[in-house]
């Protein structure tokens, strides 16, 4: 049975690259900053406050949920966005522990 070339690597180390691969777009970095400056779950279209069309603004929401970023619930005939609070801080810390790993102070290369 062929396997997949993530399982080779540390089950964190794939997690934060499925992270990383959810923020590494503008318009996902604005909707999760525009999310947060609304302090509550936003109702509406989201697509009213970013330059893109409403068909793209729903692939970066797509790729937001599946990364569990951000909650997306159906209300009636409009859906309800909220930051996924436990999950942005379980990012926050991993993003904040790899990045210490990456200190280069100390480095004399190149």
């Known amino acids: 049975m ?3 070339k993530t399982e080779l690597f540390d089950d964190s180390l794939v997690e ?3 992270f990383f691969k959810a923020l590494a ?3 996902r970095l604005h909707i999760l900053q525009f999310l947060a400056e ?3 779950c936003f109702t509406g279209d989201i697509s009213d406050e970013l330059p893109l069309g409403r068909t793209t603004v729903n692939q970066h929401l797509k790729e937001l949920k599946n990364s569990g970023l951000i909650i997306g619930q159906i209300s009636g005939s409009r859906t ?5 609070s436990e999950l ?3 990012l926050n810390s991993r993003t904040t522990n790899f990045l210490s790993c990456l200190n280069t102070e100390e480095t004399n290369c190149c």
Do not use: V
């Open 80 to 84: 309800n966005y909220c930051l996924n």
């Open 16 to 18: 934060d690259a499925a």
């Open 25 to 27: 777009h503008p318009a």
């Open 2 to 4: 062929a396997t997949s």
């Open 88 to 90: 942005i801080k379980r």
């Open 38 to 40: 609304t302090k509550s």
